[in-house]
């Protein structure tokens, strides 16, 4: 049996949604009743919470594979290392990690949460999977999408600095293949990249075509998106995560294309222009 935790999440939802179209049999852990009661027909919904050890026992019972997906927030490690001592304690017999890229060699931001995650599953003697992904596709529509809509641009002190952004059904398709054959894959740390690299600019263009009108990427000072970006309400912690992120990819890495991913799904993975045109709607003006 599997378990695959966050699925009310973006990629433990896919990861959820991938298995339950291949038909394989596992349950989907949730926060609350209330989560719960959002899956999808067909999925066998289980309760527990990160911060709740014996929960995540009880969650695991008969499980054999778990998916272990947390949200990055500062809790990260602890909550995914009580996940990972559950599982000792519950019998499981591997663990499917996402992580994050940077995870390597990157001892800051959100990589070096990842990075302590993947040293305690190392060392649990579990079998086990991890997967470091570039930037999601999705991030698109989150960060970007709303001042496109109102502003006909986005911001960022991103420079010319290149993404190789890629799809979380990817990322799903991919750990599905290791959550079904996790003998296939034991022991391997997957470094995901998507198949091509771009910068902003360049993303600017290809949504302007998309979104039918003219959208411009306007390059800022750090202190100016610290600024706006806690005007928005996010919390400190996370708009020091997000510029300190930022800073590996201005470094110049986070903008590889390699052959990892295609590899490891046995074909092309989505390209970001088929993702811009699938959700067009996302960029329109909101006079239209």
């Keep these: 049996m599997i378990l695959v935790t966050g699925a009310s999440g973006s990629v433990g939802g896919a990861v ?13 852990m949730y926060r609350s009743e209330k989560d719960a009661g959002k899956a999808e027909t067909g999925l066998t919904p289980v309760l527990a919470d990160f911060s709740d050890k014996q929960s995540l026992v009880l969650a695991m019972e008969s499980v054999e594979t ?22 000792v304690k519950a019998g499981v017999k591997h663990i499917v990690l996402n992580s994050a890229l940077g995870a ?18 190392k060392a649990s003697g579990l079998g086990y ?3 470091r992904p570039n930037g999601f596709m999705q991030n698109i529509l989150a960060y970007n999408a709303p001042s496109i809509r109102s502003q006909s641009a986005f911001y960022a002190a991103m420079g010319d600095a290149r993404t190789s952004f890629l799809d979380v059904g990817d990322i799903a398709a991919g750990g599905t293949k290791a959550l079904v054959s996790p003998g296939d894959h034991a022991g391997k740390i997957y470094e995901l990249n998507g198949p091509e690299a771009v910068t902003n600019a360049e993303l600017a263009e290809r949504i302007s075509l998309v979104a039918g009108r003219k959208v411009q990427y306007v390059n800022i000072a750090e202190q100016a998106q610290r600024d706006s ?4 309400g996010m919390p400190a912690w996370q ?3 997000i510029l300190d992120l930022q800073r590996y990819y201005t470094g110049g890495q986070g903008g590889e294309v390699t052959n990892v991913l295609p590899s490891l799904l046995g074909r092309t993975p989505k390209m970001l222009n ?3 045109e699938e959700f067009k709607d996302s960029f329109r003006s909101e006079a239209e």
């Design 274 to 276: 088929r993702f811009l």
């Design 66 to 87: 778990v998916f272990l997906v947390c949200s990055p927030i500062p809790q990260l490690v602890e909550f995914e290392s009580n996940a990972i001592d559950a599982a």
């Design 104 to 121: 390597e060699d990157y001892p800051i931001s959100f990589p070096s949460w990842h990075r302590q995650v993947e040293e305690h599953l």
């Design 16 to 28: 959820a949604a991938e298995l339950k179209n291949q038909g394989v049999a596992f349950k989907a």
């Design 129 to 131: 999977t991890i997967f």
């Design 239 to 241: 708009v020091e995560a």
């Design 229 to 232: 970006m806690l005007a928005l």
